[in-house]
């Protein structure tokens, strides 16, 4: 584990998108490998990362639902003193999607933490009695403001502010009986993304982002890492694929390729290190070797795995 107590240190507890990878009843061509066990793939988690800046007090940025063994396979986040103790010390959410919340549940066994999110996002776990298992006066619920900075774990701040996205998907119909129609690119609290600063370092996570602007194009820019969203190669990639109708717009997910994907969108931001995170299981980046990952890489896009470690 990174030892230095003057770094940013990030680590990707998981990387993939929901569902993981491979998921549990997906036989496409790229899940088939993994269940073959095909050296060039590894199986991920859905997404969610760990920092720190002195490798005593982490926070979360989002809550999978496999966090407990996310947890158990990064020496850092075990507990360290005492009966019981725990490194994590905050849990920053992105929206209320399932992958992002889901693991909140595993953090019940009466250990003090504080949960941030936007005012809508502490609505919807207020919504559901499940969350009522983060009891009240060991885990701090603390809404947070879009544009707002704050201090998330000791020696790291956060900034928080709207990407184009969707609400989740167990919220749509509510949504569209309401309105009469879903929008998959709005700008507000239903999905954000995270500005991250420690030891004079900046870090951008945006696991979820539909359409890239000129507001968000220019936050980027001059960024030590970007940690983007890499749902899909293309956008029809689930069509394709023959196991669903949905595009990735229809999602809230921009593609990486094409003239209105990632890689073009930020092909002349200026920013030290770019990797792709949230990652479908159709995605052929996911294949080592594959023509993809080899464009994806030619364009200075790294993909992101399981447990891999970022000091800045």
């Not at 399932?98 to 941030?116: K, N, W, Y």
Request: aromatic share 4%; with cysteine; hydrophobic share 45%.
């Amino acid at each position: 584990m990174i030892t230095s107590p003057s770094r940013f240190r990030l680590v990707v507890l998981g990387s993939a998108a929901g569902g993981g990878f491979p998921q549990w009843n997906c036989r496409c061509a790229v899940c088939s490998l993994a269940w073959a066990n095909d050296p060039r793939v590894q199986r991920r988690t859905q997404a969610s990362i760990a920092v720190s800046a002195d490798g005593v007090h982490w926070a979360l940025v989002n809550c999978a639902p496999e966090v407990l063994s996310q947890i158990q396979s990064v020496p850092a986040l075990h507990p360290q003193a005492g009966l019981r103790h725990s490194p994590v010390a905050a849990v920053l959410l992105t929206n209320a999607d399932i992958d992002h919340v889901a693991g909140l549940l595993s953090l019940r066994e009466a250990q003090p933490f504080t949960l941030l999110a936007t005012p809508s996002v502490q609505g919807v776990l207020r919504s559901s009695s499940a969350f009522d298992v983060l009891a009240e006066g060991v885990v701090a619920r603390r809404e947070v403001e879009l544009g707002s900075s704050f201090d998330l774990v000791e020696g790291v701040s956060a900034t928080i502010f709207p990407v184009p996205g969707k609400i989740a998907l167990y919220l749509e119909a509510r949504e569209t009986a309401e309105k009469g129609a879903l929008a998959t690119d709005v700008e507000g609290e239903q999905t954000i993304g995270v500005e991250l600063r420690a030891g004079g370092r900046r870090v951008l996570y945006i696991p979820g982002c539909a359409a890239m602007t000129d507001a968000l194009r220019a936050r980027l820019d001059g960024a030590d890492l970007v940690l983007f969203d890499g749902t899909l190669w293309q956008d029809d990639e689930m069509v394709r694929a023959g196991v669903g109708t949905k595009t990735g717009a229809r999602m809230g997910h921009m593609s990486m390729s094409g003239e209105n994907g990632s890689i073009e969108a930020l092909r002349q931001v200026n920013v030290g290190r770019k990797i792709y995170v949230h990652i479908n299981n159709t995605n052929p980046v996911l294949v080592d070797g594959s023509k993809e990952r080899i464009a994806a890489n030619k364009a200075g896009w790294e993909i992101a795995q399981d447990g891999m470690e970022i000091a800045l």
